[in-house]
């Protein structure tokens, strides 16, 4: 993209956030991907290497051993050790600054909690918070020994599970209601790095357009939305155009 065009479209971006009294960030893996996580779908998605089955609540229960293997896998050894990054950075100092009212994510990474953010609707629930199967007792992440699968709980000894939605699942109540009151106040909605595959979360962003709510959207690549509800597509890493835009807003450019 010619640079001009792309720093015109930032100007502008900068402008509707900065006017804009109540704005949401809907995020996907794509904000992650500079942190090392890689996204679900796609060539090197985390779904052609690893059998999403193991996400199946049904294999879950009947496999705990297996399932959890990879769960640890993916989820503990490897995201737990990712750090937020530029994008995560400039969007919490974009709340700080009251440029932006909340942030829906579909991530259970806790990157945005780790980069100081406030105001996180965490849609599919977060890796950092473990659940018993039986009693609904909650364990941090860092409490639960994982060397030994599965992990049991310690007033009844049934299997723990990853406080993050399985596949068939459904949302969890709080964050869904709370993300559809903040996409029906929202006067502007940012898109970033989600393919828009997976609902309900892929509906949000239609709520706040029905309503009047300008679209921007940050991918490396076009998407479902992209044609249809984005007002300005800003095509690249989130990880370069957010501080960008953060610049911008605060007048540093
Ligand atoms: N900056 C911005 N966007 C990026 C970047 C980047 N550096 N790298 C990749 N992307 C984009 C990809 O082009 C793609 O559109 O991020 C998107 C990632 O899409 P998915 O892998 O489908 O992830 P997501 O949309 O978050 O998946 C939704 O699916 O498996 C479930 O529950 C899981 O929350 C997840 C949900």
Redesign the pocket.
């Known amino acids: 993209m010619q640079t001009n065009f792309l720093t015109s479209r930032l100007r502008d971006v900068a402008e509707m956030i900065h006017k804009s009294d109540y704005t949401v960030a809907i995020t996907?893996?794509?904000?992650s991907?500079?942190s090392g996580i890689p996204?679900?779908?796609?060539e090197n998605?985390l779904?052609s290497k690893y059998d999403?089955i193991v996400l199946e609540l049904n294999y879950f229960y009947q496999n705990p051993v297996e399932a959890w293997e990879v769960i640890r896998e993916i989820f503990y050894d490897f995201f737990g050790k990712a750090k937020p990054n530029a994008?995560h950075y400039s969007l919490t100092h974009l709340q700080e600054s009251g440029f932006l009212q909340e942030i829906v994510t579909?991530?259970?990474d806790n990157l945005h909690h780790a980069s100081g953010g406030s105001n996180i609707i965490e849609f599919?629930g977060s890796s950092v918070k473990l659940i018993c199967t039986k009693c609904g007792e909650i364990y941090d992440k860092d409490k639960v020994n994982l060397d030994e699968l599965p992990p049991r709980c310690d007033k009844d000894q049934a299997v723990l599970k990853p406080d993050f939605?399985f596949f068939g699942e459904g949302i969890p109540q709080e964050a869904y209601q709370k993300s559809i009151e903040a996409f029906n106040k929202a006067k502007l909605v940012i898109i970033?790095?989600?393919?828009?595959?997976?609902a309900p979360?892929s509906s949000l962003p239609y709520i706040a357009k029905k309503n009047g709510a300008k679209i921007i959207e940050?991918?490396?690549?076009s998407?479902s939305f992209t044609n249809s509800i984005t007002d300005i597509f800003l095509k690249?890493?989130?990880?370069d155009v957010l501080p960008e835009i953060e610049k911008l807003i605060t007048g540093k450019l």
């Open positions: 996907g893996a794509g904000i991907a500079e996204p679900f779908r796609g998605g779904w999403p994008a579909q991530n259970i599919h939605i970033i790095g989600t393919t828009g595959e997976v979360a940050i991918n490396t690549e998407t690249g890493k989130a990880g």
